[in-house]
């Protein structure tokens, strides 16, 4: 090691030491953001996805993808909130009306007032936090505009960059510190399981180059050697988007019992190349450099007739508390399966209890090496008959997730309570509620509409969410419909056939709208006196 290197490596960990210094008083500011109408709490929202941006770029209108957390300005119910919330490009004034106009009980006017949006005005490929921390001047405003001993910062994942915004404003940051995103990725996760005795598929350490993982394919099938498929992933993968499969049939010749080691190994490596990639345009060429960057392993492929695929949800509190707070069923698409498209909520009532257990396990074993805010657990789960299901934990998502903005949506809209005993959902009124969510319904027949349009057709079929019968959908991604024809939904109901029901109603009256060669409802936009990006009064 260099002394450059030593010099580089203390400054880190004088940075990280000072980082958590900081965080520790998140505290009293946290749970003031919680309480209704008690104090003053600043918000802070930086919803960058700093991510390995080749990774994010296999997702179709990934730079929109900063609008999900746009479910916090439902925080703004809260009468004593205020929030920044800070994009890479402004955001279409009649998406930001359409999430205040939701707000119960709180004039519009009075949610605006508390509310200041700003954007780098860069569109590039890179970290929305790396952006704000090349401006200067930015950093400055929003250090002005926020009341430095009340505010805290909400991400979607927590990285150096980050951790250098937090102390640059000198504002705690309410997520994991950097060093432990270790334990997000796909090896820290296994290693996580191990250590709380979670069951989960058999698979190999991290590698860094083809070879090696050709050697560990090769282990991994002489361990099992009825395997069909191995799970090639990278290590900081998303959604699914970093998955391959290996098809070992073709490999017969070359199984366990026919063939040495070394043989097996160099025919596991020559057919990387014919690896099915989960995400479009994906080809051996640019995975193989990931591989070099990211690192890989390989998992065992989980074979099952009837299978699903839920995930159990939670936070660990400023304070060490581990709380679940929802479990799901994630539906999944891509040519195996490994991609997330949405969810249902709750997961089967024939295992999401066991699902909490083995959530509030992990998220224990997290909480004691420091995480912080939200973590998810995904799981296959297989029926084997006779009321007994095969539950394996496949990853930890330490970060926000896919769906993190589903369930607070329903939680800030209704301010209702997740029971462990049952893991349903309760309004205040004492209703279940239930929904269906998606990151991903895409369809070419919607590319050109834009947000105004999207406004039009929302009120004239009342599409919306209704406070009083806290039913109905709720939109998002909505910057991604006139370019890539993406929207995402959460549409709530008080049954799950209902909540499917406005699920397809939704879908049903955008197909009709956008294959009629005239639109007679999108004509005019109803939104022709924007309010100005910069207003934030107080």
Not at 69 to 78: A, G, K, M, V, Y
Not at 162 to 175: C, F, Q
Not at 326 to 346: A, V
Not at 525 to 533: D, L, R
């Amino acid at each position: 090691m260099t002394g450059e290197d030593i010099s580089q490596n203390t400054g880190q960990l004088a940075e990280i030491g000072q980082f958590r210094r900081l965080q520790s008083t998140l505290g009293e500011r946290w749970k003031a953001s919680e309480i209704f109408d008690n104090s003053e709490t600043d918000i802070l929202i930086i919803p960058s996805l700093s991510i390995d941006q080749r990774e994010l770029e296999k997702i179709q209108g990934c730079e929109h993808y900063e609008e999900r957390l746009l479910f916090s300005l439902i925080r703004l119910r809260n009468p004593r909130n205020r929030l920044i919330y800070v994009t890479s490009m402004p955001i279409h004034p009649s998406i930001i009306d359409y999430y205040l106009q939701l707000l119960p009980g709180i004039p519009f006017s009075h949610a605006r007032h508390r509310l200041l949006m700003l954007s780098t005005y860069d569109s590039s490929l890179k970290p929305l936090s790396q952006k704000i921390l090349e401006r200067p001047r930015l950093i400055e405003r929003i250090r002005q505009a926020l009341h430095i001993d009340k505010a805290f910062i909400s991400c979607y994942n927590s990285t150096f960059w980050e951790a250098k915004l937090s102390l640059k404003l000198n504002i705690p940051l309410y997520a994991a510190a950097p060093d432990l995103q270790i334990w997000g990725t796909k090896s820290g996760s296994r290693e996580i399981f191990a250590q709380t005795g979670v069951p989960h598929p058999d698979g190999s350490k991290l590698v860094w180059n083809a070879k090696d993982l050709a050697r560990e394919a090769a282990n991994l099938w002489e361990r099992q050697p009825h395997l069909k498929k191995i799970v090639i992933k990278l290590n900081q993968g998303i959604s699914g988007e970093g998955n391959a499969i290996l098809n070992l049939l073709p490999l017969t010749d070359f199984a366990p019992g026919k063939t040495n080691h070394v043989e097996r190994s160099q025919a596991i490596e020559k057919s990387f190349v014919n690896l099915r990639f989960q995400a479009q345009k994906e080809n051996w060429k640019t995975f193989s450099q990931l591989i070099l960057e990211l690192g890989a392993i390989a998992e065992s492929f989980i074979e099952g007739e009837i299978k699903y695929s839920p995930s159990v949800q939670g936070r660990i509190t400023p304070d060490g508390t581990v709380e679940i707070l929802s479990t799901h069923d994630q539906i999944l698409g891509g040519p195996d399966g490994q991609i997330y498209l949405g969810c249902r909520f709750p997961a089967n009532e024939n295992y999401r209890v066991e699902l909490q257990d083995i959530g509030l396990a992990v998220g224990k074993k997290l909480a004691e090496k420091g995480a912080l805010e939200r973590f998810g657990v995904d799981f296959v789960v297989v029926d084997q008959g006779n009321g007994k299901w095969d539950i394996q934990a496949i990853e930890i998502n330490l970060r926000k997730g896919g769906t993190t903005h589903p369930f607070m949506t329903l939680k800030l809209l209704t301010n209702g309570s997740y029971d462990l005993s049952t893991g349903l959902f309760y309004s205040q009124q004492g209703k279940p509620k239930y929904y269906v969510a998606t990151d991903n319904l895409q369809k070419d027949s919607y590319r050109g509409l834009l947000p105004s349009d999207l406004m039009d057709i929302i009120a004239h079929h009342r599409l919306h969410f209704e406070s009083g019968t806290e039913t109905g959908t709720v939109f998002h991604l909505m910057g991604c419909i006139s370019q890539f024809g993406k929207l995402g939904l959460t549409s709530i109901g008080n049954s799950p056939e209902q909540a499917e029901q406005i699920h397809n109603q939704v879908i049903h009256v955008l197909d009709q709208e956008t294959n009629n060669e005239i639109n007679h409802y999108s004509l005019f936009s109803n939104y022709a006196f924007p309010i100005a990006e910069d207003t934030f009064g107080y």
